[in-house]
């Protein structure tokens, strides 16, 4: 009663701040700020009404290429800020359109390459981000001289990028569900092609040609024709097929057909080697199902972390699908399954209030009082603290895929193994929550109810008996696959699944999803074996000969209750979620024919086995 009676009182408080609200405690300016090599930035201020040379206010950005809107400066904004509670507080917001999207000038890039050695016409994201924050200090009257930035995937990762602009005034910083590396976030994943980002394109892949300041790129979406997503993903044809018929003319599709390969063109984008020299505070912030940014938090974390010893580094990881922690829900749930109350308010209220609060109102140079990792346990469904992440405490364990079904921590002495069959043809659904894949991308797939996948012929299937006590998995997850195949090439897709004991309770919210055996998905991904040895220069299989499939999963922190069995399943398609690897090696997989798909027998070795990490 408590939790409803919070959430109530939360739900008020944030409908009465309305638009008229805002209006009447901030001011709006519009403006064109000058980069340094004279393309001008179009961005929005609210300042509030009480600032004066006695009452001021730290500046907090965002930097976009989804819009400021509403533009006009008689138009506000809904709501201000990341938060609420930020938006109470009073902060001047400031949100900007990036190069060459709505209303800003130049030629919009995805994921812009960072310039290594600048001259002073020289630009990148991370120039763009100073000569913003110059700007802002300098025009912007009574402001305290601290800044912030913020932002949720795209806007992620201009705010990751953001963090080498190395102002003096830039004083916290905060990537949720950043993009690090398109070739392992978002459009890829370990270079497999995301075929349920597929339309998503036009938004990423047409230029304007004037000012814009609403979707210039809509007419060119692909309308839904049926409340059962599937239908158009069985009826594409092959992914050269379904590129030749709707984008010959997107430019971000052309560019990932011709690089295939992890090649300079993906490495230039590649955020990661550039993250050093960062000395101000960062909090990184993700979701544990986040379908679409999972890799980019956990690895720009850990990156700061090990490049830059002068930050004041946090991690964040929730139990939200993509930007959940910014919008209430009550109860919360991901897909069917329930984490609790108010988790999104908790976040908002006692974290990321918390962390801008302190460094941009308060004690910059000081630490706040947060913790290094503030984690959710999506087993306990509880929050944990840890001093690091991955935690030093935990242990590794290894979880060995048997031919008889069983996953196993002893090691066998056989050469045994289990073999499925693989068809491009006939590939294994990813999900059979069709409606989702009318979507801009699918996400409910990342916790779903795996029993679909179980008596299919394509998908292996190693299970534990009953855990007679807790297992609680803190940190990464390696998969090391020993396989031989029939054809040249493949996907591999690692499923850990947690399975629910007979005897679960029902779910009166939810009566319709039996959740006695429930197959809840913990932890997937997917691996070309092309790339097994290379991302850059990509291999063939060699028909029935033992090979070695190596992959990290993403980290986890989830605890298998006692009562519960853990699974593990093997599979190599993954449609629609993933585009079809025709099993045939081929130079560039996007132009394979329907000719090219191969069936092949495929063998997993009892010595495979996933590597976590334990806490006891």
């Known amino acids: 009663m408590k939790n409803i009676i919070t959430l109530i009182l939360f739900l008020t408080s944030f409908s009465i701040f309305s638009q008229e609200d805002i209006k009447a405690n901030y001011d709006k300016k519009e403006v064109y700020i000058s980069m340094r090599d004279g393309t001008k930035l179009f961005t929005a201020i609210y300042t509030p009404k009480d600032i004066s040379s006695s009452k001021k206010y730290p500046i907090l950005m965002q930097r976009t290429c989804y819009s400021v809107a509403p533009y006009g400066e008689d138009n506000y904004k809904k709501s201000l800020g990341p938060n609420v509670f930020l938006q109470k507080d009073k902060y001047i917001f400031v949100y900007q359109d990036v190069r060459g999207r709505y209303m800003s000038e130049g030629t919009f890039t995805n994921m812009t390459p ?5 001259s002073k016409k020289d630009t990148d994201e991370s120039t763009d981000t ?21 932002g949720t995937s795209y806007p992620g990762f201009y705010t990751a990028v953001g963090t080498l602009a190395n102002h003096s005034a830039l004083v916290a910083s905060s990537p949720q569900a950043p993009i690090s590396d398109f070739f392992f976030d978002d ?66 599709m052309q560019e990932i057909v011709n ?7 993906w490495k230039s984008r590649n955020l990661l080697p550039h993250l050093k020299g960062i000395d101000h505070a960062v909090m990184t912030v993700g979701g544990w199902y986040d379908a679409e940014d999972l890799a980019g938090p956990l690895n720009i974390y850990k990156t700061i972390e090990k490049n830059n010893p002068k930050a004041k580094n946090t991690i964040v990881m929730g139990p939200f699908s993509h930007g959940g922690w910014s919008r209430e829900a009550g109860k919360h749930y991901h897909n069917d399954v329930y984490f609790g109350d108010s988790i999104a308010t908790f976040y908002q209220k006692n974290i990321e209030h918390k962390f801008f609060n302190h460094y941009l109102k308060e004690k910059s140079k000081e630490a706040a009082q947060l913790p290094e990792a503030y984690m959710f346990d999506t087993g306990r469904k509880e929050w944990k603290t840890f001093e690091n992440w991955p935690p030093k405490e935990s242990t590794k364990l290894n979880f060995y895929l048997s031919s008889n079904g069983k ?12 073999e499925y069959y693989s068809d491009p043809n006939n590939p294994v659904p990813s999900s059979v929550n069709y409606a989702e894949y009318n979507g801009f991308t699918p996400r409910n797939y990342m916790s779903e109810d795996q029993r679909f996948a179980l008596s299919r012929p394509d998908v292996v299937t190693f299970t534990t008996d009953y855990l007679t006590e807790d297992i609680t998995l803190a940190g990464e997850i390696m998969a090391k696959l020993k396989i031989a195949s029939t054809a040249t090439d493949g996907d591999f897709i690692v499923k850990l699944i947690d399975i629910y004991p007979a005897d679960e309770p029902q779910n009166k919210d939810k009566p319709n999803v039996l959740y006695a055996n429930y197959h809840q998905m913990v932890r997937s991904e997917v691996m070309p074996a092309r790339f097994r040895n290379s991302f850059e220069k990509p291999e063939p299989l060699t028909p029935n000969a033992t090979t070695e499939v190596n992959f990290r999963l993403q980290d986890v922190l989830h605890t298998f209750k006692k009562g519960h069995k853990i699974q593990i399943q093997v599979q190599s398609t993954w449609y629609p979620l993933i585009a079809v690897n025709p099993q045939k090696f081929l130079e560039n997989p996007y132009l394979s024919e329907k000719q090219d798909y191969t069936k092949a027998f495929i063998k997993i070795f009892e010595e495979s086995h996933l590597e976590v990490e334990i806490l006891k």
């Open 187 to 252: 459009f890829h994943h370990n270079g497999a092609f995301l075929m349920g980002y597929f339309k998503t394109f036009p938004v990423f892949g047409v230029q304007k040609t004037k000012p814009e300041n609403k979707a210039w790129y809509s007419d060119q979406s692909i309308k839904t024709t049926s409340r059962d997503g599937s239908i158009f993903y069985k009826e594409i044809g092959t992914l050269k097929e379904a590129v030749d018929k709707y984008y010959k003319d997107n430019f971000f």
């Open 130 to 150: 100073y000569d913003t924050i110059d700007w802002l200090i300098k025009n912007i009257k009574n402001n305290n001289g601290k800044v912030g930035q913020y």
């Open 114 to 118: 960072q310039v290594i050695q600048k």
């Open 259 to 265: 690089h295939p390969n992890y090649d300079d063109f």
């Open 407 to 418: 996953l196993e921590t002893k090691k066998s002495v056989n050469t045994n193994f289990s």
